[in-house]
């Protein structure tokens, strides 16, 4: 069974940082493109940002772009994702994603997390 548990989230002040990890279990790690996603209160999911099965390829939202690092180790079955400068506008529920489909970058996921809460104060 495919399961993918984020971590991490909390309070922060506004210019702090975060760091988000994603565990996932069930599934080939290394075989799968892993994305994370977020969505506010109101709000439709938004992508975030997404990482090549090897880590060599990265594709971020400009809203985060240059704030925002994701990163994964293969050998442990984990996604990170470095959030640093953070203002109000990051608050949300930061989900992960993996998809096994072959398209760089991925037009939609397989599996997704059951997210995590980051809320970030003014």
């Known amino acids: 069974q495919v399961q993918l548990v984020e971590s991490g989230g909390g309070l922060v002040q506004a210019g702090g940082s975060l760091r988000l990890s994603c565990a996932a279990s069930?599934?080939?790690?290394?075989?799968?493109?892993m994305g994370w996603f977020r969505q506010a209160p109101g709000k439709e999911r938004e992508f975030v940002v997404t990482?090549?099965?090897?880590?060599?390829?990265?594709a971020y939202a400009d809203s985060v772009k240059g704030r925002f690092t994701i990163s994964r180790d293969n050998a442990k079955n984990t996604v990170y994702l470095q959030m640093n400068s953070l203002t109000p506008e990051d608050t949300a529920v930061y989900y992960c994603?993996?998809?096994?489909?072959?398209?760089?970058?991925?037009?939609?996921?397989?599996?997704w997390g059951q997210g995590t809460q980051v809320t970030v104060s003014s």
């Open positions: 994603a993996a998809t096994s489909r072959v398209r760089w970058p991925p037009l939609s996921y397989d599996y």
């Open positions: 069930g599934l080939s790690f290394s075989n799968y493109v």
């Open positions: 990482i090549h099965r090897s880590g060599s390829r990265t």
